[in-house]
């Protein structure tokens, strides 16, 4: 019997998997044998997408893990939305399966610098973005996702300074929309929806002038401004449902593309490309680490677990509940 211990020692290797078995039938029956239930956001691969109980943007899977009613949850997306999962369901057993899968956004922003300006602007009330790690979210105010920024930012008065964190195109993004001038931004930005090129698109788009340009509020302002429309990833999916063009090129991580297509199977997607290469997709490797296999093994061996203590749970929680409840 292979342990936990040795799950760690060797990594999530082939050897651990019974060559025979049919990993989706064995998910499926650990699935119900355990009471576990699976998230998956729309970055993750379209065999996970597929096989999750439920898919959808960091919004949405914030208000889904509220609800949850399941001893365990699997989260197949990154660890900040995972903590976001444990830090709501504290007594749930929340497993991520590949503690790697972090976020170079969230990582962007660490406690001591991000205090450090708080405590340099005291008047200022601090909204962050949901992909900060949990200890961000224990100084903040409000959380916000690229679903609800504009609400969140809308609901504070005015006349009240913000610090925004840690985003700082989807910061500018709503601070222009808003016309909020007294919005500090933090300095971060996401390393695949920076790197998508300007000059790529434009070539696409000269060559298919019939698709329309839709991009994620994280990409920078001339993303935006040659865009037809800005949204999450829930909102993009949205869009492309109800539009009336055929073909789109989609300026976020492609794995989004997967619900689009199934959604709309006559419309043509088309991945915008990033600056680095010729390369058509863009992926967000962190997102990526988590594989069918890693899912089955995670599941089987109920590891590796997300561990909060009580009291950052208790701190964490403030803040992100407040945005739930405006939605
Ligand atoms: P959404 O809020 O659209 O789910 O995006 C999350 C994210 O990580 C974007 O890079
Ligand atoms: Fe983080 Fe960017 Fe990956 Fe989203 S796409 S999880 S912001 S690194």
């Not at 949901?130 to 961000?136: G, K, L, M, P, S």
């Not at 913000?162 to 016309?179: S, T, V």
Request: proline letters at 6%.
């Amino acid at each position: 019997m292979i342990n936990k211990e040795i799950v760690d020692k060797l990594g999530y290797i082939d050897e651990l998997i019974d060559p025979n078995i049919n990993l989706v039938d064995e998910i499926y029956k650990l699935k119900k044998e355990k009471d576990a239930v699976i998230l998956a956001h729309y970055y993750q691969y379209p065999e996970i997408q597929d096989i999750a109980d439920f898919v959808g943007d960091s919004l949405a899977l914030s208000i889904k893990a509220k609800d949850v009613k399941s001893k365990m949850v699997v989260f197949a997306g990154v660890r900040f939305m995972a903590e976001t999962t444990k830090i709501l369901l504290p007594d749930a057993k929340v497993i991520i399966p590949d503690t790697n899968a972090g976020c170079s956004l969230a990582d962007s922003c660490d406690f001591f610098s991000f205090k450090m300006l708080k405590e340099k602007y005291p008047n200022h009330l601090v909204i962050t973005y949901v992909n900060t790690n949990a200890d961000i979210k224990t100084i903040s105010d409000i959380c916000c996702t690229s679903s609800n920024a504009e609400k969140v930012v809308n609901s504070i008065p005015i006349d009240q300074p913000i610090i925004f964190a840690p985003d700082k195109n989807l910061g500018q993004y709503i601070k222009e929309k808003l016309k909020r001038e007294n919005m500090i931004l933090w300095d971060g930005a996401c390393g695949v929806h920076e790197k998508f090129s300007l000059e790529k698109i434009l070539q696409l788009k000269h060559e298919n002038p019939k698709s329309k340009v839709i991009s994620h509020p994280e990409c920078p302002k001339p993303i935006h401004i040659i865009s037809d429309f800005i949204g999450s990833t829930s909102q993009l999916i949205d869009f492309i449902i109800i539009d009336s063009s055929s073909s789109y090129i989609v300026a976020t991580e492609e794995g989004v593309i997967h619900q689009m297509k199934k959604l709309s199977p006559y419309k043509n997607f088309i991945p915008a490309p990033p600056n680095y290469s010729n390369f058509s997709c863009n992926q967000c490797s962190f997102m990526k680490m988590i594989t069918l296999k890693k899912l089955y093994l995670s599941l089987k061996y109920e590891y590796p677990e997300i561990n909060l203590s009580k009291e950052l749970i208790d701190k964490a929680r403030l803040p992100i509940e407040r945005m739930i409840a405006i939605k």
